[in-house]
């Protein structure tokens, strides 16, 4: 009798600590991602909805990077390479996305800035990456992003030495139904034709 209940006590046990470790699993995204938008972690940037009213003599290169993910088929690229503006200032730059096929997608952005160290202090106040793109087919557009680099990044000592900032996006498929519908459609009709 006695080793029957320490043998389901250690099956409850460990099962507890499955089921703990898959809640943390689960849990670890969000909770990671918090972390980065609260500290800048990673070169997480900030989110603002007004701009600083201290402007700095302090000036900063920004440059700019852009990117798609292998399924992403779409021609992504900065308008301009790079922008010099004083700490504090708000700087609008252009990104531009172009839609090469026959069919409207629907994407979003990843985005971060190097040196990670200064994410905590570039801010957005406007973005593309808030919200999901969407392309048809042949479709071309200019898609702002406004910004500025925080005046505390001047009370930094590690930031000190940073003259340039990178501004780097990467463009994914959106991950949903109809795009997933649109995709295994095609998929279809090539074998289909194939045969």
Same mark, same amino acid.
Not at 24 to 34: E, G, R
Not at 162 to 191: G, H, M, Q
């Given at each position: ?152 990044? +001047? ?21 949903? +139904? ?18």
């Amino acid at each position: 009798m006695r080793k029957a209940n320490k043998s389901n006590r250690l099956a409850l046990t460990l099962a507890a600590v499955v089921v703990g470790m898959v809640g943390m699993a689960y849990a670890s995204v969000p909770l990671y991602s918090l972390f980065c938008r609260v500290t800048g972690y990673g070169g997480t940037t900030q989110q603002a909805s007004i701009a600083p009213d201290v402007i700095l003599d302090r000036e900063m290169t920004i440059e700019f990077d852009a990117n798609t993910s292998s399924g992403m088929p779409w021609d992504f690229k900065p308008a301009q390479h790079r922008i010099k503006l004083k700490v504090g200032e708000t700087a609008m730059a252009f990104f531009e996305a172009y839609n090469p096929t026959d069919r409207t997608i629907k994407g979003t952005a990843t985005f971060n800035v190097t040196p990670q160290k200064i994410g905590q202090y570039f801010t957005k106040i406007d973005c593309f990456c808030f919200t999901e793109q969407v392309l048809k087919p042949g479709e071309r557009v200019d898609m702002p992003v406004t910004f500025f680099v925080d005046p505390e990044i +001047d009370t930094d000592p590690n930031a000190k030495e940073v003259k340039v900032i990178t501004l780097s996006y990467t463009f994914f498929v959106a991950d949903d +139904d109809d795009s997933k519908t649109d995709i295994s459609a095609r998929a279809e009709k090539k074998s289909v034709d194939v045969n």
